[in-house]
């Protein structure tokens, strides 16, 4: 399987704690940037080949993937000037040699099964599946509604919610119905792709009781420096 990893986010919010304006996939967790964990746990599921998509600092992750050796073929696509999530997206997707295609965010892990994402997407010819966490007391992210048979039926702005699905930011997309939409060249994947064909009920979620952390804010940077001393060897 191929996987997309958006790894051009600047770490604006962690600069108080890493001390420099680096990717926020280079962001280091006990020694390591946190973009090794997202490709260890790639490997771990099976995937053979990570395109990634780049755009700030692009050469300080080229430089680090030269020494490294995963076992993949990793391949790079660089945004010249921003195309928001949806362009970084399609830019990387034009690369893509499979129909569908593993897309994860590069500042955010959740230990999904990737097979089981897949096999749900395939079974229900899905333009688009994503994977849920499901999250209590919070209001740091919008909610993902569901019908009874799995489609999305609605994404839900940033508000406290007792319990609800949160968009974990894993996804599988089948490469051609977001490459044939008319979209421009620049934009949101969330907001012009997934929310403005929402109607089309080709959009799916699948939830999981699986490990999830987003390293965004530094409160969660912290934790994941002690949560990985187990997860991870």
């Not at 600047?10 to 020694?31: F, H, Q, W, Y």
């Not at 064909?197 to 999830?212: A, K, Q, V």
Request: glycine residues 8%; charged residues 20%; hydrophobic residues 40%.
């Amino acid at each position: 399987m191929e996987a997309i990893i958006l790894a051009g986010g600047l770490g604006t919010r962690l600069r108080s704690v890493t001390k420099d304006a680096m990717p926020k996939c280079m962001a280091p967790i006990n020694g390591k940037p946190f973009l090794y964990y997202l490709l260890w746990q790639l490997q771990q599921q099976g995937v053979q080949r990570v395109i990634l998509s780049l755009g700030h600092k692009a050469s300080v992750i080229l430089d680090w993937i030269k020494e490294q050796d995963f076992g993949m073929t990793i391949d790079y696509v660089i945004e010249e000037t921003p195309l928001g999530t949806g362009g970084g997206i399609r830019l990387a997707l034009q690369q893509a040699n499979e129909e569908n295609c593993l897309i994860v965010n590069g500042d955010t892990l959740f230990c999904c099964s990737i097979t089981m994402l897949l096999q749900e997407h395939i079974s229900k010819h899905a333009a688009v599946t994503i994977a849920l966490k499901n999250m209590k007391d919070y209001d740091r992210y919008g909610s993902v509604v569901l019908r009874a048979d799995g489609a999305i039926q609605q994404f839900e702005e940033k508000q406290y919610k007792k319990e609800g699905w949160i968009n974990a930011g894993v996804y599988i997309i089948q490469k051609q119905d977001l490459l044939a939409k008319p979209l421009p060249e620049v934009f949101s994947f969330e907001k012009d792709y997934l929310e403005t064909n929402l109607s089309e009920h080709r959009f799916y979620g699948m939830g999981f009781d699986s490990y999830f952390i987003d390293i965004g804010i530094p409160e969660d940077y912290q934790q994941a420096q002690q949560d990985f001393l187990t997860l991870f060897p």
